[in-house]
């Protein structure tokens, strides 16, 4: 049986390799991609590269110094790459929303179709679901450096003396952001576990967000301990993550914790579930 086979290193990276090929060579994929670049040459073209005037003015410091007891924005104001500040608030916002739409068919698809029981005759249900995983975090990993190089060449545009800086920097926000994405990815592995289509993987996702978030709300109303539970989301840590105000050890063990246990889940579910 499928489910008795050794992991394989060789087949896990085909697995998660064909999701990189889904998005980068396939029509579909082409058409999502396009969609993504017009959006974020608006984004390059605008908020970011016109960043230095929009950090230093002063209704923005204003602003970010009163807000700064909340999330800490004063402290992106000390940053000497102004483009990597204003890139840092809109992808840290931004891309967990765009993961939960790009990786709603890791497994739903393979269902419909028939060629998810072809595939565990062939591979460990384990291989898949994590290869998916893996596969769908790689092509946000890509989206993540394509946007960051586009954002160092805009900064050398401007100043190319600030570009070793920002090269480190660039790199120090791939890390966290790779990172702060693999929980929203591993949501949608579990619940690609049990949906029947993507669509509904996504109306799934934004329930738990939106209904989760509001019975955990009134739980913590009544029972003020029950603080804890809003660790049971994707993403608590970015509000202070993004004022620089997390430090380093909890801005990584957050969201590498989360996604240990969704696809520990995940994996539970699968295992069990009829393909």
Known sequence: MATSLPIN????????????????????GLIALAAFALVWLI????????????????????????????????????????????????????FPVFGLFICSDQ?????????????SLRSTRFEILFGRFLGQLGVLACLVGITLVATLAVLGFR?????????ARALSIF?????????FVALMTLINTFARSSRLSIVLAIL???AGGIVVGILQWQIPALGLLDYLFPGV??????????????????????TAVLLSVAQRIFARSSL
């Open 237 to 258: 840590q970015i509000e202070l993550l993004a004022g620089q105000n997390l430090p380093l050890l909890s801005a990584v063990a957050i969201p590498l914790v989360q």
């Open 107 to 119: 497994t739903v698809g393979d269902r419909e179709r028939g060629t998810l029981r072809f595939l």
């Open 9 to 28: 290193v060789g087949r896990l990276t085909q697995i998660a390799g064909f999701e990189l090929v889904r998005m980068f060579l396939t029509k579909r």
């Open 208 to 210: 738990y967000f939106a």
């Open 43 to 94: 984004i390059l073209r605008y908020p970011i590269g016109q960043a230095v005037g929009i950090v230093s003015a002063p209704d923005f410091e204003q602003i970010a110094r009163d807000i700064s007891g909340s999330i800490g924005l004063s402290k992106l104001l000390d940053w000497p790459e102004a483009e990597f500040a204003m890139y840092w608030l809109i992808a840290l916002y931004s």
């Open 175 to 183: 890390l966290i952001l790779v990172i702060t994405l693999s929980p």
């Open 159 to 167: 100043e190319p003396s600030l570009l070793a800086g920002g090269f």
